[in-house]
């Protein structure tokens, strides 16, 4: 099974200030069809998840552009250019280059 | 737009069983794959179980495999979880998603499930 790490756990951050989270698999998740399955997803408090990014860069429809995915192979970053109070809640990254689908032990984004 | 309505979650007790159902509507359901992932009180997310289109084709969580189907009903436009030899650890709210072979685009508000005695 790919194993997904997510750091920090927790980002205190400012409103307007910056915020980057890492996330690292096991192993690569190229997959054999040239795409990497490497999503982000932001769960609010008392809310379900809710897709972000797609395929390690994609803003999903409705996806502020303060948020962007990077990185390749094995190490994925998020950022979010200036955090604003509705972005509080933990963020996942998951993988679905093969299964089983795994997620990330998600980082918690918080005001200071 | 996109709906997906979780339903079927309650309280069973330990070695019980119990059925989720999930109804989809605003996309074609036929053509695409759907998933269950669950979130225990407290945690992170866990995916479950993914089905291709037409059901040919299911995957599951080693901890779930031989207690847990998943099935579809193309015509209804649903989505099933069937969960038998309930255990404590398997309390958590389910969602079901669309998705499961790329990414997971789509999500329900979740239906708990609690396995206690």
């Known amino acids: 099974d790919i194993v997904m790490t997510q750091t920090p756990l927790s980002s205190p951050v400012t409103l307007g200030q910056p915020a980057s989270i890492s996330c690292r698999s096991s192993?690569?998740?190229?997959?054999?069809?040239?795409?990497?399955?490497l999503s982000w997803l932001q769960q609010r408090p008392g809310q379900p998840p809710r897709l972000l990014i797609y395929?390690?860069?994609n803003r999903f429809s409705g996806v502020p552009d303060r948020f962007s995915g990077s990185g390749a192979g094995t190490d994925f970053t998020l950022k979010i250019s200036r955090v604003e109070g509705e972005d509080v809640g933990v963020y996942y990254c998951?993988?679905?280059?093969?299964?089983?689908?795994?997620f990330g032990g998600g980082t918690k984004v918080e005001i200071k | 737009e996109v709906q997906l309505v979780e339903a079927g979650g309650g309280l069973v007790q330990p070695g019980g069983s119990l059925r989720l159902s999930c109804t989809a509507s605003?996309?074609?359901?036929?053509?695409?794959?759907m998933s269950w992932v669950r979130q225990a009180p407290g945690k992170g997310l866990e995916w479950v179980a993914t089905?291709?289109?037409?059901?040919?084709?299911?995957y599951y969580v080693d901890s779930v495999k031989g207690r847990f189907t998943i099935s579809r009903d193309n015509a209804k436009n649903s989505l099933y979880l069937q969960m038998n030899s309930l255990r404590v650890d398997d309390t958590a709210v389910f969602y079901c998603?669309?998705?499961?072979?790329?990414?997971?685009?789509?999500w329900g508000l979740g239906t708990l499930v609690t396995v206690s005695s």
């Open positions: 089905i291709k289109e037409d059901g040919s084709e299911k």
């Open positions: 998603a669309r998705g499961g072979r790329q990414q997971l685009l789509y």
């Open positions: 605003g996309f074609t359901f036929s053509t695409y794959w």
């Open positions: 192993q690569s998740l190229v997959h054999s069809d040239g795409n990497t399955y």
């Open positions: 998951m993988q679905a280059t093969q299964f089983p689908l795994t």
């Open positions: 395929k390690i860069s």
